[in-house]
């Protein structure tokens, strides 16, 4: 089954660290979406890529960095310059960008300890 | 930038009534999304509204689209308990030449008690 992969599900960070969050489509999407959600919020665009090899910055993508050199995978690392990094976060894609729905991986709960 | 309001922040309800969600955007939009989440889980895509006035049904849930394109309304009968979840909608934001993203609301948390 087509789908977005997400891993991993918890991740623990020391201050300090950067650390990436893996996300992988095999739903053929061209574009794809990182947010972030916090308690008793929606979700927060972090960055999005429309094409391969091209990615743009969304509300709130200081301290925050992606990559997209395949159409199937679109990694993203927080880094030590992000000072509340503790969230949900989700990646997402779509077909023909806003004009369709997304689908979301199942999310990556990342705590700062 | 563009704001994507939703009201109520929580609603309670006893199985078996009703329950509506309203969504209001600062501007218009070309469409308009709505998403469930479930306590747990991650957004499932439910439906998308393109024309003005548009209603559309999906067994217990009606959804309507403004017609000036700036406010939605997503309407349940009869709740059951799979109903329980985070009810958002989203709409495109825009900036220079295409569409970045969805800016979402900040979501409808439905509780259902038996």
Same mark, same amino acid.
């Given at each position: ?6 891993? =991993?599900? @918890?991740?623990?960070?020391? /201050?300090?660290? !950067? ?13 794809? @979406? ?12 972090? @960055?999005?890529?429309?094409?391969? !090899? ?7 993508? /200081?301290? @925050? ?9 679109? =990694? ?7 000072? !509340? =990094?503790? #969230?949900?976060?989700?990646? #997402? ?21 | ?66 017609? $000036? ?8 009968? $009869? ?10 909608? $989203? ?7 295409? $569409?970045?993203? %969805? ?6 948390? %439905?509780?259902?008690?038996?």
């Amino acid at each position: 089954d087509g789908g977005i992969t997400q891993s =991993p599900k @918890y991740l623990f960070r020391k /201050e300090g660290q !950067n650390v990436t969050l893996s996300c992988e489509q095999n739903l053929n999407h061209d574009a794809m @979406y990182w947010y972030r959600q916090d308690p008793g919020q929606g979700l927060r665009l972090i @960055y999005y890529s429309q094409i391969v !090899n091209d990615f743009q910055k969304g509300d709130i993508a /200081e301290g @925050y960095s992606v990559s997209r050199e395949k159409k199937e995978s679109f =990694p993203l690392t927080v880094t030590s310059a992000q000072k !509340n =990094p503790t #969230a949900f976060y989700l990646c #997402a894609s779509s077909r023909g960008g806003t004009v369709r729905g997304y689908t979301f991986g199942s999310g990556t709960r990342l705590t700062v300890v | 930038g563009q704001q994507v309001m939703q009201i109520p922040q929580y609603q309670h309800v006893q199985e078996g009534e009703d329950f509506t969600t309203y969504c209001n955007s600062s501007t218009t939009l070309s469409n308009i999304q709505w998403y469930k989440q479930r306590p747990g889980g991650h957004p499932v895509f439910l439906i998308q509204l393109v024309k003005s006035g548009e209603v559309k049904k999906q067994k217990r849930l009606t959804f309507q689209f403004g017609e $000036a394109k700036k406010n939605s309304s997503l309407h349940i009968t $009869a709740t059951q308990t799979t109903d329980v979840g985070t009810y958002f909608c $989203a709409g495109p934001s825009y900036s220079g030449g295409g $569409a970045d993203g %969805l800016t979402f609301g900040k979501g409808t948390h %439905l509780i259902i008690q038996p």
